[in-house]
């Protein structure tokens, strides 16, 4: 599945991207632009659904970090939906998850309010 492929869907001004079952190298590139374009939009919270992939190595952790950073300098908020993905572990040890809100679905994410500007 390319990037254009992706699942990206709105609720209001919440954007939810489905990723694919692996992230590596060879697609994170499109999938860097597909974020890239998707905060261009000005949502006020993405959720980047990682819940049906099974990789992802170093470039896609690299893009999931790039989306972050985009986002919070345009006002926004990233979020990861884990489930029970074993990408769960990965941004466990790199530290991701400290820096990135993880929720357990996409529902969980979209049912959680967005930070307020107080």
């Known amino acids: ?54 990789f992802c190595d170093s470039a896609g952790v690299g893009v999931l970090a790039r989306a972050h950073q985009l986002a919070t300098a345009n006002g926004g908020e990233l979020r990861i939906a884990l489930g029970y993905s074993p990408v769960a572990r990965i941004l466990q040890l790199i530290g991701l998850d400290q820096i990135v809100p993880v929720y357990r679905d996409v529902q969980h994410s979209l049912d959680t309010d967005a930070p307020s500007d107080a």
């Open 1 to 54: 599945m390319t990037a254009p492929d992706q699942d990206v869907r709105w609720s209001g001004r919440h954007a939810i991207v489905a990723m694919p079952d692996e992230i590596d190298l060879t697609n994170s590139g499109d999938l860097d632009e597909l974020l890239a374009a998707v905060v261009a939009q000005s949502p006020e919270t993405i959720t980047v659904d990682l819940t049906a992939t099974t």
